[in-house]
């Protein structure tokens, strides 16, 4: 009966860095899909209800943990994974591994992550660096508002009641 009081609104982060064109048209996208109609080529639909959480920053070494076991590849390499191209990013053998080592390295040179970061913490999703994560992420919370995918079951209470 008071199911509905439980429903979580999805809670989204961007780690942005404004600097970033990538950062900044993921940003653009999540606001757009936060306050205009959802799909943007669909006027009748509504926009998507979510918490946007705009992070200008990198995010801290527990977060970095959490989003690389949030990736579909369990293989990959932390370095591999938040690290950039950058010429000022660590190549080579000063290319950090850890999470720990790459948050350092975040905080000292922005540059050198792969940005934006975003993230559904409810869903366990995150897109590194890659506009179409951040669509793909927008699309899965469109499917679940629309139906097409069934919302987990709801927490039902265990003892006495059950």
């Given at each position: 009966m008071?199911?509905?009081?439980?429903?979580?609104?999805?809670?989204?982060?961007?780690?942005?860095?404004?600097?970033?064109?990538?950062?900044?048209?993921?940003l653009t996208l999540l606001r757009s899909a936060l306050?205009?109609?959802?799909?943007?080529?669909?006027?009748a639909k509504l926009p998507l209800d979510f918490n946007l959480d705009v992070v200008e920053g990198p995010p801290t070494s527990d977060q970095l943990k959490t989003i690389l076991s949030y990736l579909p590849?369990?293989?990959?390499?932390?370095?591999?994974?938040?690290?950039?191209a950058h010429f000022s990013a660590p190549s080579g053998s000063d290319?950090?591994?850890?999470?720990?080592?790459?948050a350092k390295v975040a905080q000292e040179n922005p540059s050198a992550l792969k940005w934006p970061i975003v993230v559904d913490w409810n869903?366990?999703?995150?897109?590194?660096?890659?506009?179409?994560?951040?669509e793909d992420i927008l699309e899965t919370?469109?499917?679940?508002?629309?139906?097409?995918?069934?919302?987990?079951?709801?927490?039902?209470?265990?003892?006495?009641?059950?």
């Open positions: 008071f199911n509905s009081f439980r429903r979580r609104l999805p809670e989204i982060s961007i780690f942005h860095h404004p600097k970033s064109p990538p950062s900044n048209k993921a306050s205009s109609p959802y799909p943007p080529n669909q006027s590849s369990q293989s990959i390499s932390p370095s591999t994974a938040f690290l950039s290319r950090p591994e850890g999470v720990a080592a790459i869903d366990g999703q995150a897109s590194i660096g890659d506009i179409k994560g951040v919370m469109r499917k679940r508002r629309d139906g097409e995918l069934k919302n987990e079951e709801v927490d039902q209470p265990k003892g006495w009641f059950s």
